[in-house]
């Protein structure tokens, strides 16, 4: 599940809200104000109870996907790094230092479809946090040399990555279940294109001016703020930001027509299975996802029967697990497997797909799909409890919509999903024509069929 929390108390009221929802229908109960400036960027607040303490995200709608030009994949990540480098103004050592003076520290992460930059610290510093994110946002500047020894940097944390013959199984999903759409490189990009990184100074430059713009930025403070602070210091330190005009066009994903087959030899691991279903794209006002989040806990879950069966009681598999990714074009829904022995592969294989199938056919049990209704909304709704986690879930939903209330339209659609649906979206999306299969083993062949 994608993150969440909150106290049950604030629950209460019945007035209409933005999106249309009443306050009993939202899963976040504090009012999320948004200020649109006149560069395009958005900024969020979230009034919360957390005396002196505020989160402060930013949320670029930059990432894999985005790198649809041959031979410079990977930016998206490496400004990630970069973006810790400094400025003129802010060198390195004195953003750092400036930082710690609020009792902060600034970190980031970067997925297939946005980078979030992210501070948790002292509210009452919250203009200095304005002050440094926007010079480096607005005003980054490295030299060659700089930029030289980052990209040296995200090759050497690629190479410790991919020690691990899972992340190396993983790049071979992405390159073989996707033709041309960009989810087909991984959020560090290809080898060959990491390898090349340091020769792409003057288009790491191009990169930084196209997407480093408000109108791909939103701003989220979390915490003890309000709305009329935030929006003017956004309008003091980013109003002045200029819009850039830059648009990447992404290539749509034909159909799959067939099973496919990845296969990695490794015997240092144990055996490994995983299935990889071609799924939908997020959207908020679609049944689609929720859905799929309750079919994969009734059927892949430490509740459901077949890990009862699997791993607790046969004991031929030591771990099981799967959902849908959400992501802002059609992605996958994977099933994993971490097997005992690799003779029995094949044979669980054929009674994950004969689960789905029995989904396909009967349905589920309708008091089940209560139960599990129920658990997915309101064990996230107990973790979405502190600025930061609020603000992280926020960002998830605007990384995918752009719009911060995709997170209560979602979660009212949890209530509406009925068996008939849960039938519906299995037929669909579990299709053997649009199956990836990938295999860890110490065979040369992964033997799965």
């Known amino acids: 599940m994608k993150g969440k929390c909150f106290p049950a108390l604030l629950f209460l009221g019945a007035l209409l809200t933005a999106g249309g929802l009443s306050a009993q229908e939202k899963i976040l109960p504090n009012p999320i104000h948004q200020h649109r400036l006149a560069n395009g960027l958005n900024v969020?607040?979230?009034?919360?109870?957390?005396?002196?303490?505020?989160?402060?995200?930013?949320?670029?709608?930059?990432?894999?996907?985005?790198?649809?030009?041959?031979?410079?994949?990977?930016?998206?990540?490496?400004?990630?790094?970069?973006m810790f480098r400094g400025t003129e103004r802010f060198p390195k050592e004195k953003y750092s230092a400036l930082l710690k003076s609020t009792g902060a520290a600034a970190n980031a992460n970067t997925s297939k479809d946005r980078t979030v930059y992210h501070v948790t610290g002292n509210a009452e510093k919250l203009e200095t946090l304005f002050d440094l994110e926007a010079d480096r946002f607005q005003y980054l500047k490295y030299s060659e040399h700089d930029f030289k020894a980052e990209a040296g940097a995200v090759k050497g944390e690629y190479t410790k990555n991919y020690a691990s013959p899972y992340a190396r199984l993983q790049e071979k999903i992405k390159e073989t279940a996707f033709d041309v759409h960009t989810y087909e490189h991984t959020t560090m990009g290809f080898f060959k294109d990491i390898v090349?990184?340091?020769?792409?100074?003057?288009?790491?430059?191009?990169?930084?001016?196209?997407?480093?713009?408000?109108?791909?930025?939103?701003?989220?403070?979390?915490?003890?703020?309000?709305?009329?602070?935030?929006?003017?210091?956004?309008?003091?330190?980013?109003?002045?930001?200029?819009?850039?005009?830059?648009?990447?066009?992404?290539?749509?994903?034909?159909?799959?027509?067939?099973?496919?087959?990845?296969?990695?030899?490794?015997?240092?691991?144990?055996?490994?299975?995983?299935?990889?279903?071609?799924?939908?794209?997020?959207?908020?006002?679609?049944?689609?996802?929720?859905?799929?989040?309750?079919?994969?806990?009734?059927?892949?879950?430490?509740?459901?029967?077949?890990?009862?069966?699997?791993?607790?009681?046969?004991?031929?598999?030591?771990?099981?697990?799967?959902?849908?990714?959400?992501?802002?074009?059609?992605?996958?829904?994977?099933?994993?497997?971490?097997?005992?022995?690799?003779?029995?592969?094949?044979?669980v294989k054929e009674e994950i797909v004969a689960a789905i199938e029995a989904v396909k056919r009967d349905g589920v049990d309708r008091t089940v799909l209560e139960r599990t209704q129920s658990h997915l909304k309101y064990s996230f709704a107990m973790q979405i409890d502190t600025p930061d986690r609020i603000a992280n879930s926020l960002s998830h939903y605007i990384m995918l919509t752009g719009d911060p209330e995709s997170l209560n339209r979602l979660y009212a659609q949890y209530d509406k999903v009925t068996v008939d649906d849960v039938k519906a979206v299995a037929r669909q999306y579990f299709l053997p024509t649009a199956l990836t299969i990938a295999t860890i083993t110490g065979d040369e062949e992964g033997g799965v069929q």
């Open 196 to 347: 090349d990184m340091p020769n792409q100074y003057d288009y790491s430059i191009t990169f930084f001016r196209r997407f480093y713009r408000p109108e791909y930025c939103t701003i989220v403070v979390v915490g003890d703020v309000t709305p009329a602070r935030v929006n003017g210091l956004a309008q003091r330190y980013f109003g002045d930001w200029e819009r850039g005009s830059f648009k990447s066009t992404v290539t749509s994903e034909p159909p799959q027509t067939e099973t496919r087959y990845v296969h990695l030899q490794n015997g240092e691991v144990p055996p490994y299975l995983s299935l990889h279903y071609k799924g939908p794209a997020f959207d908020d006002r679609a049944i689609d996802m929720p859905a799929l989040d309750i079919l994969s806990s009734i059927l892949f879950s430490e509740t459901s029967d077949l890990y009862k069966k699997l791993v607790l009681k046969e004991r031929r598999v030591r771990f099981l697990g799967g959902g849908a990714s959400d992501s802002r074009d059609p992605y996958l829904f994977s099933i994993d497997v971490s097997m005992v022995d690799k003779a029995d592969m094949q044979a």
């Open 44 to 82: 969020v607040t979230v009034p919360f109870n957390s005396p002196g303490l505020a989160a402060f995200y930013i949320v670029v709608r930059v990432g894999a996907r985005n790198e649809v030009e041959e031979g410079v994949t990977g930016f998206a990540h490496f400004f990630e790094h970069m």
